[in-house]
């Protein structure tokens, strides 16, 4: 009896350990090919770890009759002793070593920095200009004229020399003095009828004539140099003055347009090897198998609907080892180039948003400028044409101030 009590035993064991490695491998496998499989969907990356143990899919239903399986025979295993040498009802321990941290990777905040930073440089380069003064001293010295600041400044030097022309006083008791003299000798005592009536007749004409050459050099005297300051045949010749240079209006250059900024930084890096690597689940179940003396062909074998799901499992999840990786990559390369393709027109656009900006803010400058240019060269010339007409009225009316005295000197003296 106890001989074939211990075959049944040792049938029911293998049986039991060939189901729980069954149900350890279909979980491995099916939890991998998910994975993988919906890693292609979402275009993103398994992980490189998993926190739990090795096990079947949740929510897979063909999983979860294999793990009843094997559950089922597992407590069978249990409750029947275990031989010398006979593996124990135990299952064997899914722990793994645990494996060192890597470094952590950059957050998207810091992987776009260096682009961002790039950008930020090129809008302040293209923001700046210069000073306000600049502008507006350029606008002033376009707006000269040569030969209106000439003209301005020959009338300018004619009013100065007018005004610094020397005048004198007449000494009065001189010209009383010359004036006696003068009656004098046009006027002597007569000497007999004769001249007495030629003297009521004619003496005051001539001791009139006598003093007119004494008052002419009075009258000199009084005014100076200046009947010969207002005289226009003494005012400066304008083209003998310094009119300056014609500068001509230049505007702040545009420059080049912003340099390109490279879109490198913003597109995640691939992912590494291990990261599509699906080789450790495949491991894994190998290593599962292995140590229970399971192969494919006693899987095959197994006359089982179960075995022969895992069989099936294993090998599409074999397929998908070697398929998924480059499928992955492609899906992956699709998803850089579109997120590179993006990032350069945002950025291109951006860049070229700044040099239009610059563009036309100069452009409102530049026709200020122009605006200012003509506005005051047109000023001054109306200025110069103003101090022209105040400078020939005032020789005219200083000119007109003079004869008028000296006429009117001599008519007295004349009629007295």
């Known amino acids: 009896m106890a001989s074939q009590t211990a075959p049944a035993a040792e049938v029911m064991t293998e049986d039991a350990t060939a189901a729980r490695a069954a149900a350890a491998i279909t979980g491995a496998i099916v939890e991998g090919a998910a994975d993988l499989a919906d890693a292609n969907m979402r275009g993103e990356t398994p992980g490189e770890s998993r926190d739990a143990a090795v096990g079947p899919v949740e929510g897979e239903a063909s999983d979860v009759t294999v793990e009843g399986v094997a559950t089922d025979v597992t407590d069978q295993v249990a409750s029947t002793p275990a031989q010398d040498g006979e593996p124990s009802g135990e299952a064997p321990s899914n722990e793994t070593a645990e494996t060192p941290e890597e470094p952590a990777e950059p957050s998207p905040v810091q992987a776009v920095a260096p682009a961002a930073r790039a950008v930020s440089n090129r809008a302040v380069a293209s923001a700046s200009h210069q ?3 600049s502008a507006t001293g350029a606008a002033m010295a376009s707006s000269n004229r040569p030969d209106i600041t000439r003209r301005r400044s020959a009338e300018a030097q004619g009013a100065a020399q007018a005004g610094d022309a020397e005048t004198g006083e007449v000494n009065r008791q001189t010209f009383r003095q010359q004036l006696r003299e003068a009656i004098d000798n046009a006027m002597p005592p007569p000497r007999n009828e004769d001249e007495a009536e030629r003297l009521m007749n004619e003496g005051g004409e001539d001791a009139a004539r006598e003093i007119q050459g004494s008052l002419g050099g009075h009258t000199a005297d009084a005014t100076g ?11 400066p010749d304008p083209s003998a003055q310094d009119g300056g240079e014609e500068v001509p209006l230049e505007h702040e250059a545009l420059g080049e347009a912003p340099a390109a900024v490279s879109a490198g930084p913003v597109v995640a890096p691939a992912s590494a090897p291990q990261a599509v690597d699906m080789t450790p689940n495949r491991e894994d179940a190998d290593a599962l198998a292995a140590e229970n003396n399971i192969t494919d062909s006693m899987l095959a074998k197994g006359n089982d609907p179960q075995f022969t799901a ?8 074999e397929r998908h080892n070697e398929e998924g990786p480059a499928q992955l990559r492609e899906a992956e390369a699709v998803d850089r180039a579109g997120t590179r393709e993006r990032a350069v027109g945002v950025i291109g656009a951006g860049l070229s948003d700044f040099h239009g900006t610059r563009a036309t803010r100069l452009n409102e400058v530049a026709g200020q400028q122009s605006t200012t240019s003509g506005l005051t060269e047109r000023r001054k010339a109306e200025i110069t044409e103003t101090i022209e007409g105040i400078g020939q009225r005032t020789r005219e009316a200083v000119t007109q101030i003079l004869d008028n005295m000296t006429e009117e000197v001599g008519t007295r003296f004349q009629t007295a």
């Open 131 to 133: 000073p306000e003064s």
């Open 225 to 235: 140099g200046l009947p010969a300051a207002v005289d226009d045949v003494n005012q």
């Open 310 to 317: 895992t069989l099936g499992a294993k090998d599409e999840a």
